[in-house]
């Protein structure tokens, strides 16, 4: 692929994550679940296709701008979605140790 092309591809992921950011500060977990699907294949895109070349300093200018953005997004997807993961696993914990204690003593209760 040409660089201007691996750039483009770059600038589409950067889209996503701002997509999948909106979605995280909405709750809207099927949306992130979908726009990190999606993010995933244009990676993977990158990934199987970029090879190391020599940028001219605006493309390189840009690319830099373009990851910045992407990490910046990508950390602030994290620092919402970590705590609901927390609290979703804190949740299953408390769901799991009362179906437990209900079938330990519900069912010594009914003896």
Request: proline share 4%; aromatic share 4%; with cysteine.
């Amino acid at each position: 692929m040409e660089s201007i092309e691996i750039i483009k591809l770059y600038e589409n992921i950067a889209v996503l994550t701002d997509q999948m950011l909106n979605a995280a500060r909405n709750r809207d977990w099927e949306q992130l679940t979908e726009l990190e699907n999606d993010c995933s294949s244009k990676v993977q895109k990158i990934r199987d296709n970029e090879s190391p070349a020599f940028l001219p300093p605006e493309l390189k200018e840009r690319k830099i701008r373009v990851i910045k953005k992407i990490l910046a997004d990508d950390k602030e997807i994290r620092d919402i979605t970590e705590p609901w993961m927390a609290e979703l696993s804190n949740l299953m914990k408390a769901s799991s140790a009362e179906r437990k204690l209900n079938h330990t003593y519900g069912a010594a209760s009914s003896a």
